[in-house]
């Protein structure tokens, strides 16, 4: 699965390079899923251009957003720089696939990042970043077997609701949320359909 390494998603996030539409508002499970929660460290894992870590800064998280694009963290920067954050950012250049961090975070999210390693062992990873009593977010793609991607996603990009539910099938978690949503997104003006699907859970200890 080397097609999603450094070198992909730099060329993902080029300037000049169709590609990588830049989305400007959060995806909306995050708003969502997040409405309960009181605000405190937060990691967005994989944060591309920015506009998940950038939503929960405005809502005063103390967001951490790593990703392993630099293209990517400062066009997200050059981005916040003209929002009214209401915390400053932590922009970490990291390949989370082998991060090793230091510390855990109240709130671990992650929307449709897909590293190299595939997506159960990069949940399992970020699952490990939650602090005890802290909530980790997953929104993901799913891959459309019967009818093929609209999207360009393959299926090493997604996983199965159930595959996701399945690693926090453990008394340290609790399952919140675990739904599938189909919505249309227009990125360059287009209707494109996206399949999602969107875990969240919250550790127990
Ligand atoms: C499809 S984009 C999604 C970006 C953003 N979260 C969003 O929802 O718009 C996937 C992101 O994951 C990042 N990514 C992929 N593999 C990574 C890795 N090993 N470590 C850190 N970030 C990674 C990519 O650079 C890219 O920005």
Redesign the pocket.
């Known amino acids: 699965m080397a097609e999603?390494?450094?070198d992909?998603?730099?060329a993902?996030?080029d300037p000049a390079a169709s590609s990588g539409e830049r989305?400007l508002l959060a995806?909306p499970y995050l708003a969502t899923e997040t409405a309960y929660l009181h605000p405190g460290g937060a990691l967005?894992?994989?944060?591309?251009?920015?506009?998940?870590a950038i939503w929960l800064a405005e809502q005063g998280w103390q967001v951490t957003a790593?990703?392993?694009?630099p293209t990517?963290l400062t066009t997200a920067q050059a981005r916040a720089a003209t929002t009214d954050v209401i915390t400053p950012i932590d922009w970490v250049e990291?390949?989370?696939?082998?991060?090793e961090p230091e510390r855990t975070w109240d709130l671990v999210v992650?929307?449709?990042?897909?590293?190299?390693?595939g997506q159960l062992p990069?949940y399992r990873r970020i699952a490990s970043w939650v602090a005890p009593g802290g909530t980790l977010l997953i929104?993901g793609h799913l891959h459309d077997h019967q009818h093929g991607d609209h999207h360009g996603h393959p299926e090493n990009a997604s996983a199965t609701l159930e595959a996701i539910t399945s690693l926090f099938d453990s008394p340290q978690w609790q399952i919140d949320a675990a739904y599938e949503h189909a919505r249309t997104v227009h990125p360059g003006g287009a209707p494109v359909q996206l399949r999602d699907v969107i875990v969240r859970a919250h550790r127990t200890a």
């Open positions: 999603f390494d450094k992909y998603w730099e993902h996030w989305e995806n967005d894992a994989g944060c591309g251009t920015g506009a998940e790593a990703d392993i694009s990517a990291a390949d989370l696939a082998r991060w992650t929307s449709y990042a897909h590293p190299d390693i990069f929104v």
